[in-house]
């Protein structure tokens, strides 16, 4: 299962901050605009305690939990989407997401520039999503130029997907995101295929600052609630300088810095899941592991995520909850109990299933 989130934002937001934070995967962070050119690509654990409850229940040796893939892009700046800074190169790297963590700036500090100079949360997060929205009008516009031949031929597939198209235009020339369209199953495949940069989930990462000046951010919470998005807040600084610390030595640093919450741990579960993603696990004294697979998964779908064959070959499926098998004592008690499921091809996986594939 490959999907990704990138990370986006204007220069100097701690966009990169964040990301070795995230994969302890030194990319360069300097204070200057463009200092990424190239996106990096880490891969991040999902924390999830029901993983290392399992693990030690089964005494495994190894213990494997799901993963996301985070992609570090070059900042954003006004005017990416006719060329300004690194604008075709930096949306490029955004259509080949799937999803996109907006890091928004929401404190002062001198020592660090920002690119327009006084802060505002609100500006800044309008200026990125103007830039989506103006290069998917591009997109949009050239779709409809190449399509008007077909329409006047009568095309009826090209009639409904060009009547899409006339909604998407009319959203976005009004300044909105093209996530916000209503659009029924058939309109959105075509919405899907048209690739758009508006189109994608958003999470908005607030960086904070310890020791720096907050920013109101009232005006921009609003935004985002009113959007239906959802955001998430983080110290990328701390976060960073804590993911080369020992467990212990993390407490104690937090509790010295006043940092009590983890912003870190919770950008990843909530990009986990805005990307549409759940985890079932496998456990046993060699390996628990936890799979990611898509929401709604059948049972040989979910079974891919370990080995493509398991979809063509798969037979049944033993399944239990995997609060049910702990509470139980043993996998042979939960069996005992008739808490062990037999499965078949049309069982739909649920978010913390235990399941033992049979092929």
Known sequence: MSLSIGIVGLPNVGKSTLFNALTQKSVPAENYPFCTIDPSVGIVSVPD???????EFSKSSKTIPAAIEFVDIAGLVKGASEGEGLGNKFLSHIREVDAIAEVVRVFNDGNITHVAGDINPLNDV??????????DMQTVSKRIGN???EVKR???LAVAEMAVLEKIIKVLEAGQLASSISLTDNERDILKSLH???AKPILYVLNKKSGGAPVDTTELINFIKNSGAQYVEVDAGIERELSELGAEDKKTF???LGADDDGVNDLIRTSYTLLGLMTYFTT???ETRGWTIPLGSTAPEAGTAIHTDFKDKFIRAEVVAWDK??????????REKGLVRTEGKEYIVKDGDVIEFRI
């Open 284 to 286: 046993g004294e060699d």
């Open 126 to 135: 309008e200026v990125i999503n103007l830039e989506l929205i103006l290069a």
């Open 49 to 55: 305690p029901r993983l290392t409850k399992l693990s």
């Open 147 to 149: 399509l008007g031949r």
């Open 154 to 156: 009568g095309d009826k």
């Open 325 to 334: 098998l702990l509470g139980a004592g043993s996998y042979a008690a939960a």
């Open 196 to 198: 758009l940069l508006s």
């Open 254 to 256: 937090r509790a010295e």
